[in-house]
DNA sequence: GTAATTTAGTTGTAGCTTCAAGTAATGACT
DNA sequence: AGTCATTACTTGAAGCTACAACTAAATTAC
């Protein structure tokens, strides 16, 4: 009665494969990148990630919004976790010079050891959790999906920007 | 200078691209299937889950064990929402006749009417996020990465078991 | 038959995430 | 110069998740 043909088209079988595969990866592989971290070091993966792309960035620095977008967080939660570890000693923020809104977010020594430390350790779980899974195909394959899946949610994140040279 | 080769080898830049856009995919998807649901019905991604996974099952009843596989959860994190779900009047638990220590959890006709009535919604999302952005062959690649990641975190999923009929 | 182990699930709690609301600085408009 | 809107965050509280500890039932081993 009710469905004459579900309102908006349900998925085909195929589509409900992949569904299913997508929906349990996202859920498991965070915990599973996370453990190690946690163990190791008590950092959560969105830490060791703001932790990493302010290693990354120039002289170790980045304003919230900029940090936000490059760990596709929001600026609350960012806050919350730049706090955190700023009261660990292993992030420093100031606020900018000649624009007092922003605060710029840098890594200390201290957090700079720390991830050059861990280093090692996450990227071998990369690895085993994700890389020797998959052969060179699949890594391409995934690369392209995972940037339309992204061009579906946030249009301008910074990852779709460099078309890659 | 960079890359004066770290301890475990470090990631190729193909991988490199794989692997942001993995990261931000599953930072960023989880969240946006939550948003719609919770707006319309208070439900987060994983209540949803739990109340499609019961629905889709024999008399709508799974042990707590088994829905624990089938939605990806430690079974303490099913427990707690379980708990809260009951109290919504959404599942009702039992414990098993045979084996005292089984828990069956149930979605009542209450939970049904709120999924039939979500499930236009969520399958909204879960095209315009994902599969409007894909074409036939991604969703097939998707598929075919997607069971192989779930390989390496967990061989025995429920996922993996049948290679379809 | 009973002690030891395993299986199935629950609960308390600390810490993290989200959401709504607030602050303060800047830019735009008039 | 003064209002209005926008940008860039911060904060508090509510709710969710992970971890460790615990209970109780069923199996296994002796």
Same mark, same amino acid.
């Given at each position: 009665?009710?469905?004459?043909?579900?309102?908006?088209?349900? *998925?085909?079988?195929?589509?409900?494969?992949?569904?299913?595969?997508?929906?349990? #990866? #996202?859920?498991?592989?965070?915990?599973? @990148?996370?453990?190690?971290?946690?163990? $190791?070091?008590?950092?959560?993966?969105?830490?060791? %990630?703001?932790?990493?792309?302010?290693?990354?960035?120039? %002289?170790?620095?980045?304003?919230?919004?900029?940090?936000?977008?490059?760990?596709?967080?929001?600026?609350?939660? @960012?806050?919350?976790?730049?706090?955190?570890?700023?009261?660990?000693?292993?992030?420093?923020?100031?606020? +900018? $010079?000649?624009?007092?809104?922003? #605060?710029?977010?840098?890594?200390?020594?201290?957090?700079?050891?720390?991830?050059?430390?861990?280093?090692?350790? +996450?990227?071998?779980?990369?690895?085993?959790?994700?890389?020797?899974?998959?052969?060179?195909?699949?890594?391409?394959?995934?690369?392209?999906?995972?940037?339309?899946?992204?061009?579906?949610?946030?249009?301008?994140?910074?990852? *779709?920007?460099?078309?890659?040279?």
């Amino acid at each position: 009665m009710r469905d004459s043909v579900p309102g908006p088209r349900w *998925l085909s079988a195929d589509e409900r494969a992949a569904w299913l595969a997508l929906l349990s #990866t #996202t859920t498991l592989l965070p915990g599973a @990148l996370d453990a190690p971290l946690q163990k $190791a070091a008590k950092l959560s993966l969105f830490d060791y %990630n703001v932790l990493a792309m302010l290693s990354e960035a120039g %002289n170790r620095t980045l304003p919230m919004s900029e940090l936000a977008a490059r760990t596709s967080a929001s600026l609350s939660r @960012l806050s919350h976790v730049a706090k955190k570890l700023e009261a660990r000693g292993l992030v420093s923020r100031d606020t +900018h $010079a000649s624009d007092a809104r922003v #605060t710029a977010a840098s890594v200390t020594d201290a957090g700079m050891a720390l991830i050059e430390e861990l280093a090692p350790l +996450h990227v071998a779980s990369v690895r085993s959790l994700v890389f020797d899974q998959l052969d060179a195909r699949d890594v391409a394959d995934l690369a392209r999906i995972g940037r339309k899946l992204m061009r579906g949610m946030d249009a301008g994140h910074w990852i *779709l920007r460099d078309p890659a040279p």
